[in-house]
């Protein structure tokens, strides 16, 4: 499976963006795609996640109400409207995939393929 993220640049806060992650290769229903991120000098963390299926959603409590993932079937494609944003949202986003469900969908241990990254500066 590979993941190809895109959308990252540079904006004024309060501003939005809109990342793409282009998913090609094998996969199946079980899986899971998930939104992460890591500011310099911080550990990755988890965004949002969303199933196969596009059917189950789950935010980091950072992302409600500001975020919101989605499946475009047609392309592919596992995408992250980000709207509202803050500098402390500046960060390299990772695109993630697991090959199975589980309750550690905010774990990014459990995922087993991984994007490039794009960079999200977010300016004051």
């Known amino acids: 499976v590979q993941l190809q993220a895109s959308g990252g640049g540079l904006v004024q806060a309060g501003g939005s963006l809109r990342l793409s992650c282009a998913v090609s290769?094998?996969?199946?229903?079980?899986?899971?795609m998930g939104w992460f991120r890591q500011a310099a000098g911080k550990e990755r963390e988890f965004v949002s996640a969303?199933?196969?299926?596009?059917?189950?959603?789950y935010y980091a409590d950072s992302a409600k109400g500001r975020f919101t993932i989605s499946r475009d079937f047609a392309k592919n494609t596992v995408d992250l409207q980000m709207d509202s944003l803050r500098p402390e949202d500046t960060a390299v986003y990772y695109c993630?995939?697991?090959?199975?469900?589980?309750?550690?969908?905010?774990?990014?241990?459990?995922?087993?393929?991984w994007g490039q990254g794009t960079l999200v500066t977010v300016s004051s």
């Open positions: 993630a995939a697991k090959r199975h469900y589980s309750d550690n969908y905010d774990s990014n241990q459990e995922y087993n393929y």
């Open positions: 290769g094998r996969t199946s229903r079980s899986y899971v």
């Open positions: 969303i199933s196969w299926s596009g059917d189950t959603i």
